[in-house]
Nanobody, 123 residues
Framework: QVQLAESGGGSVPAGGSLRLSCAVS????????AGWFRQSPGKEREFVAA???????NYARSLKGRFTVSRDNAKNTVFLQMNNLIPEDTAEYLC?????????????????WGQGTQVTVSS
């Protein structure tokens, strides 16, 4: 059974950076697509970025340029580098795996989810 564990969240001032990690256990990461989503209280889950099994990437249009998704199959880990953070980036960030290996924008394409890591950006 595959499990995900996010880490790297925290509180930063506006303009700061964070690097989130999503450690995969139970299965090898290499055949999965991986996505990052975020959710704030009272808001719907929002697509952030995704990377396919063959390393193609996909970003939310509003975030491209500040966020970078990557994967290290040898470490069974997916990363999300977030730069120039703004208060609107405050949310819980979740990673997810797609058995089909794609980099979909839609949450219902992902079968396995982590518990999330909180990111808080102060103004």
């Amino acid at each position: 059974q595959v499990q995900l564990a996010e880490s790297g969240g925290g509180s930063v001032p506006a303009g700061g950076s964070l690097r989130l990690s999503c450690a995969v256990s139970g299965r090898a990461l290499r055949s999965y697509g991986a996505g990052w989503f975020r959710q704030s209280p009272g808001k719907e889950r929002e697509f952030v970025a995704a990377v396919s099994a063959d390393f193609q990437t996909n970003y939310a249009r509003s975030l491209k340029g500040r966020f970078t998704v990557s994967r290290d199959n040898a470490k069974n880990t997916v990363f999300l580098q977030m730069n120039n953070l703004i208060p609107e980036d405050t949310a819980e960030y979740l990673c997810a795996l797609d058995n089909a290996g794609s980099y979909a924008r839609f949450a219902n394409r992902y079968q396995t989810w982590g518990q999330g890591t909180q990111v808080t950006v102060s103004s």
